[in-house]
């Protein structure tokens, strides 16, 4: 970026424009541990400063790359062409929670724990929970699309918009979609813009859709002697019409993980878990609870553990918090990917994944959303070791092929972002890149919104 | 359209490309009742055909209309301009009822009712439930984004496509989301796709979600002095976080309507009547029901009636599922209108309701989707007097301006299509029908695809 844009910026911005290197570091990277540093951050406070600064974006031709935490796993809040970062964290206003109409207005910059929780407060439920809701923003949600253990029942953050208002790469400000439950009026502008990753867009409000919170919950952890008959488990309490609202599986090698940094009592001879959560009005959760027992004794369960009360049901849910943090103490570097097939295919999935990690002598740690086939292939590795990371990166493509094979997707939560470009085209095919570059260019002309993201060669605006 | 393209229509299309007028006249209407003659008509059997047809006008330059059943409310299916209307009919194959993934692939012609019942004999549920089921379309339902009944629970149409192969109106064919409940690789063609009416791409293939199909269901309706409070216990309701799966309101013009037409019980003094249902596990129906019974009680109702079993509750539905056709043989021109407001303005749109019908001196029957606030409007008119269509074509308006100043949408369930297309601007503002325009082109450069609607200019194809 050159000296004049910099200076047309400060005159947006003032004092809330960063340019030392120090402040530049601070929003380089992201949860995908990779660095890349812009020439500036900037922290908006209303959608007028973001529209000027992607109006000078066009004048002056550098990226401008939109952030919410900096929580995702594919790079998505990245500057790979340097540019300027635009935090949203300032603007993280709960604007109305509308306890009449079920429907609450917020700033992008948000935290989705605290929506959560105000939710909560008046009885109400924002179901979308990533993992890292406890820092991770409604604007970052909003743009990769983010999911979470609950989608299983209550589907992801694209079915909780109604509306939005975002800053188009043409600098226009538009407001798209309803304040109501239906609405169809003209193209779905609002989800056209849900999950793609800060490139046609930044979103700068958004109105979200709540519902009433659940009466009643209940946990259980089931422990299975290996991956199998717990994923046998998973596609047969979905075959039987069980709707639990978590369906969590870990295998063997995520299980020695937790178990190496907590001390936790698995039974003897333990090689997979799952942690299952119904909710519903307090006269069916227990009826729901007792299902659930009996599908996994039916599918080999060694021990099922049940629990409605907080405190039990927090114990039954370290193991698969854990996961992880422990993950990241045994071993630091690894490939996270975010895989989904078709429930009736985890078997098969989870066969292939023990399968592969022999041929290639790698460990590879398994876990995640299988209620919904969303599994979080870990592939470790040193980090030091070219040769391994040749071997890590043969695997991981290997794992993508095999999902497609299966009728399944390569990313349900984390996007696409800098991690994933490289095979989108594996996906959906020559022609959905050039229809979806098509659009692109249709709300940014000039690319200079978050390039380098999801598209592996594009129209390049580099600062 | 001239010779030359009929002619190559032929090769494509042989025995099943039809030019008669018999067969054309079969093709010209829709439920709006409005006739507009096609050139041609044609019943594809397949994507490829669609895409020669789609190659053909873009050399020829006629338009192409894609057809469902013609029950739209909105001319969605009007082929205004001429060209060929492409009637899906054929295309009625169920794929496959995926039950081990609760998904199911069907061609668009496949009529709403026929997927609900397969998917119901597998005890799975297809939600959508728009008022034409019986023979209404999924390629319909799925270009004008439908809803229902149900939607106050289970959402629109959108809520359940995971992926769609369409042809675009550049004539390529593609396959749009995944077969997983989970998916974010890129840009969100397949809600761009949902309600886009035909404009942007003929759907010849849905993946749709299947939900487990409620084990109970208990009915109730309550009758009440007025609209005010009826619409004050619809408020409440939500306000109590009732989640009904249908909460209908019928206003006294719509309760008489229906009595004279059929012989029904109604208690003296009736102004008002909701049909409300509540779904779910058995343990916990009948003690959502009492909670309804409760608030309608609380809000006034002056006698609630309640059944669980199949012939009780359809006694009870006789009242909702009259209206339209009392309506039509009481008064057989309408002006069917679709609003939605947030439920807790409804009280005060049943009062402009009530206040513009005596003002323009109209009768309006007011019914409909109270549950997410979604009011058929009815304003009855004789059809042969032009003063009265002038005042009553004003009402509209005003209902219009008076649901947008609400914070509500001009079209719940309907689409835009030919009726809506001039308060398009009302509702998205210039900006936001410029970037759908935008869209447009860069989907149907040629605009051949199901021109004249939506927007009120357009880049004029015309046969």
Known sequence: MNEKAISALREVFGERLKTSLEDRICYSYDATMKEFLPDAVAFPLTAEEVRRTVLLAN????????????????????????????????????????????????????????????????????PPDPASLKFCTIGGN?????????????????????????????????????????????????RMLV??????????????????????????????????????????MVEARITPCALELMDRTAIDCVRKVVDLPVPDGTGCALLIEVDGPESSVSREADRVEEACRRY???????????????TLWTLRRSISQAIRQVNPVKINEDIVVPRSRLVEMFAFLAGLAERKNLKIVNFGHAGDGNIHVNVMISGTDEEER?????????????????????????????????YLEMEVGPLGVSVMKRLKKCFDPNGILNPGKIFLEEPAVRA
């Open 195 to 236: 999950g793609s990753e800060g490139t046609l867009g930044i979103i700068t409000k958004a109105t979200l859709r709540l519902v009433p919170f659940p009466e009643s919950v209940a946990t259980l952890l089931a422990f299975f002697r290996a991956s199998e008959p717990g994923a046998r488990a998973v596609a047969g």
């Open 390 to 422: 040749r071997r890590a990166d043969e695997a991981v493509e290997e794992v993508f092929r095999k999902t497609v094979e299966l009728g399944g997707t390569i990313s349900g939560e984390h996007g696409v972002g800098i991690s994933k470009a490289p």
């Open 300 to 314: 080999g369960a060694i021990e099922v553990r049940r629990a409605s009360e907080a405190s039990g049901r927090e």
């Open 59 to 126: 004048e002056h031709r550098f990226p401008v790359v939109p952030r919410g935490a900096g929580s995702g796993f594919s790079g998505g809040s990245l500057p790979v062409r340097g540019g300027i970062v635009l935090s949203t964290e300032r603007m993280d206003r709960i604007l109305s929670i509308d306890t009449q109409n079920l429907v609450a207005v917020v700033e992008p910059g948000v935290v989705t724990e605290t929506l959560k929780e105000e939710a909560k407060k008046r009885g109400l439920f924002y």
């Open 142 to 190: 909003l743009a990769e699309c983010a999911g979470g253990m609950c989608a299983v029942k209550y589907g992801v953050t694209r079915d909780y918009v109604l509306g939005l208002e975002a800053v188009l790469g043409t600098g226009e400000i538009v407001r798209t979609g309803v304040y109501t439950v239906k609405g169809v009026v003209g193209y779905d502008l609002t």
